[in-house]
């Protein structure tokens, strides 16, 4: 009797959890994915993630400052004092900071055109090997390269979206510094970019996921050839309420190795330098907040924030490792 009480028990409890699995799964069905929501875009550090309505045009600024302090070989990090055994010089510190502009225009439902361009300023402070000088720091600042695309949205419906970017970038950025191959502001390159998008809506939950690449053909100026960068991210948010929700999100990088190499650049002397050592992979783990204005003066701007740190770094040894980044970004559809 005990028994038949706990199976019926555990039947209903079942039972009961398939139904609301069922509600949770069929009830977004009814309405369609719609940007007009807090966590309607993606974590401020994912780009090119959302497209826009016929005629809507959309500005935006993004500040990144990346932080790295410690090189790593594979994912053990070596220290200092062990470079300096075998290079003149090497970086202890650097920051990079990111000034980010991107304007987006829908000529249709389908079809929104993406330009974006960036201002940097890279400063790294390096330490030298005993009798080989003094530690010092160098800059390098000034116009990133442009980057022009057009994302196409071919699925809108059961609440979720997809769209493909498709688009190049204009080697606008400086490459003939005479630093390390991260302390140039450009690829050099007229580099293909691509990417895939998904997207998915629930009452009061998000969900997205990112695949995207760029991808360098031919020589550049210097004689080398910039490694392919891929990165897949899917990210999940929470509707507090109509104008806010914290979001998740997971990032899996992947950096190519560099073909040819600056003549300018003597890589015995800077691992930075070297270009056999700017490759490798790396996960970041981040934690973000949007908030969409609703109402007001500032009705329809949108203010976020993301940080983002590595839980896994393996790369091509000795070369400058994340310690984190951090983005802030502030976008205004109209
Ligand atoms: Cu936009």
Redesign the pocket.
């Known amino acids: 009797m005990k028994s038949q009480i706990n199976n019926r028990y555990t039947f209903f409890r079942l039972f009961g959890t398939a139904l609301l699995l069922l509600c949770f799964i069929t009830e977004p069905l009814y309405s369609q994915w719609t940007a007009a929501r807090p966590d309607g875009h993606a974590p401020i550090g994912v780009h090119a993630e959302?497209t826009?309505h016929k005629g809507e045009w959309?500005i935006?600024y993004k500040y990144f400052m990346t932080y790295s302090d410690r090189h790593l070989d594979g994912n053990s990090e070596v220290p200092l004092s062990n470079i300096l055994d075998n290079y003149i010089m090497a970086g202890q510190d650097m920051m990079m900071h990111m000034h980010m502009f991107e304007v987006?225009y829908a000529t249709s439902d389908r079809l929104?055109l993406m330009l974006m361009g960036d201002l940097m300023f890279h400063n790294m402070n390096h330490a030298h090997a005993p009798g080989f000088g003094e530690d010092h720091s160098h800059n390098t600042s000034g116009l990133g390269d442009i980057r022009l695309s057009g994302l196409y949205m071919f699925y809108d419906r059961n609440n979720q979206r997809m769209h493909t970017e498709l688009g190049f970038t204009i080697p606008t950025g400086r490459i003939d510094y005479f630093e390390g191959y991260d302390m140039q502001l450009g690829s050099g390159t007229v580099d293909l970019i691509s990417g895939l998008t998904w997207l998915a809506q629930r009452e009061r939950t998000s969900f997205g996921a990112q695949a995207s690449g760029q991808f360098s053909f031919y020589e550049n100026s210097r004689n080398y050839r910039r490694g392919e960068r891929v990165n897949a991210t899917a990210w999940s948010g929470y509707v507090i309420n109509d104008w806010i929700s914290p979001l998740i999100r997971l990032s899996l990088n992947h950096t190519g190795a560099i073909s040819g190499r600056d003549p300018n650049l003597d890589p015995s002397i800077d691992p930075a330098r070297n270009p056999n050592f700017h490759s490798g992979q790396q996960v970041d783990a981040g934690a973000g907040l949007n908030v969409y204005l609703r109402e007001g003066r500032f009705s329809g701007v949108r203010l976020a924030l993301e940080f983002l740190y590595p839980i896994y770094q393996n790369l091509d040894d000795p070369q400058m490792a994340n310690r984190f980044t951090g983005v802030f970004g502030v976008?205004y559809?109209f």
Do not use: I, L
Request: avoid cysteine; hydrophobic fraction near 40%.
């Open positions: 959302h826009h959309m935006g987006m929104t976008q559809a």
